[in-house]
């Protein structure tokens, strides 16, 4: 007896969800849902359980991460719009001074200086920068690279602000679950929010910028104003991250504008890949972790980790993030030809 | 169509180093008018453009345009106010979707102003603009990236550019080079019925035959200098411009053909 020759084709999921643009999906089974959720819901929910299951030096980990992360999402935002910036510790510093201030000398409550210090301090660093947002290319990141070592030297010259010893004694989260959630929450928020900001046409506007700025001046559109905004969101993004470890670690000293804070956020962008909020955030997620694994390794950690970040930018230029994207595209599942 | 003066160009002049690029050029354009401007390589066509939109800074002179002195002002206020170009080497997004072009000039406040404050929907503007340009948009050629698009395409994309701008002054920056016969022939019809409807047009071009046929007035520039300005024919007549530009010997294209 002959058996009946069953055709099969195999369908990539992805063609048949994406409707002509990157935005329009159309959704026909559950299985179409699973493919758009999972790669979104998985990986926050992890973030969001880890805590409940690991504590003290590990949540510790996690909360430096969030830090990070935030630090590398306001990079990927300004990178976005053609801003080149090596100055997120001047952002994050400014947020943590600010932050510090107003607990130690004004007496303010949490829920006040956080808030005021994260818009603050994002005013204020727009306002700082706003005289070079013509500056494109190096010379935009040279003054950026500048500014947290001014503010550094004024501080430190003048004695104001505590002077050399910084800060100390100020007031703690008032549980550290509030602590660890609060940091959590926002890095989501964060990453999600300036995802569909730059999908809208305001992001449009400012990715355009990027692309050709004369275009987008002929166009009738400021790139002036628009390059400020943009450092407003950054800069308040950053100077949360202040803000946040300010109370995190009940201090704010010099070390809040060390280069650092520059340049662990632009080695996980780079790491998880430029040009998309998501290897920003991932790129944060693997190296903070990774540097605090190394530290068994003493004095060739520094070494090793520099190894392993020359290593992941050769071995994948486009990021972890592209990487996995493209792969997770190009999932098929087999159907049934009739 | 009323005999209102939509720009008037006095004297404007720039200069880079000591190098006279443009100078001491006069002009006036009244509303629906059609201006050809025509000259050899480094006339200072291009950089007359930049002096009106606000790219370049003039040295001397005035531009007045709707009765406001522009001189000197910022590209993006002067787009605002109605001046749109397009650009000599095409400058558009490559990397976004062609109709995701056209929602850069829809999010300037001129646009937001005449359109009444309506915000939503920019993409269907964006796809009905491109389809008046030939991007059908039963097709996938306006959500295809614009980097991918051919040459002619991206001509026309950057004109769709200009007019998604809701221009009341349209300066065509050499929009026909590159392209080909076929392309200009599908363009030119189009200019020709915006230019019916009511946009004052400057067109700068070296391809004349195509130019003569939409013009009503030809400037002529030499060196940063006007050397001649009149309807297409007057203008072809004049030895100077002949020397200059044609040569003598050069067989002239000759009125509105049939």
Redesign the interface.
Known sequence: MQEAEVKVRKRRLERAIKA??DTVFVIASPGDILYVLAPRVVPMAILLLLPLFVGGYHSKVIVHACVVGLLALSWELLASCGLFSLGQSLFFGVGAYMAGAMDKYLHLPIWVTIPVATLGGGALCALLLAPVVRLRGVYFAMVTLMLPILFKQIIEAWGILGGTHGLSGLTAFPNEWLDKYLIIVAFITVLFGLRSLITS??G??L??IA??D??????????YSRKVQALFIAASVASFAGAFITHHYQFAGFSVFALDWAILPLAAAAVGGTGSFAGAALGSMILVPLSEALRAMGGLRMAIYCAILVFAVLALPEGIFRFLERKYQEFETVIEVK | MSAETLLKVEGLGKSFGGVMAVSNVDFELKRGDFLGVIGPNGAGKTTLVNLITGFVKPSRGKVIFNGKDITGRKPYDIANMGVARTFQMVRLFHNMPAYKNLIIPLCSQRVRKLRGGKYGERDDVAIDLLDDMGFERTSNVPYKTAGSLPHGYLKRLDLARALALRPDLLILDELFSGMSMAEVAGVLPIIEKLNTQGLTTIMIEHRLRELFRVVDRVMVLNFGVKIAEGSPDQVMDSDEVKKAYLGVDVEIPRGKPA
């Open positions: 002509r643009t046409d305001y449009l506007v990715k355009a692309d050709d004369r275009a987008v001046m002929s166009a009738g559109i400021n790139i």
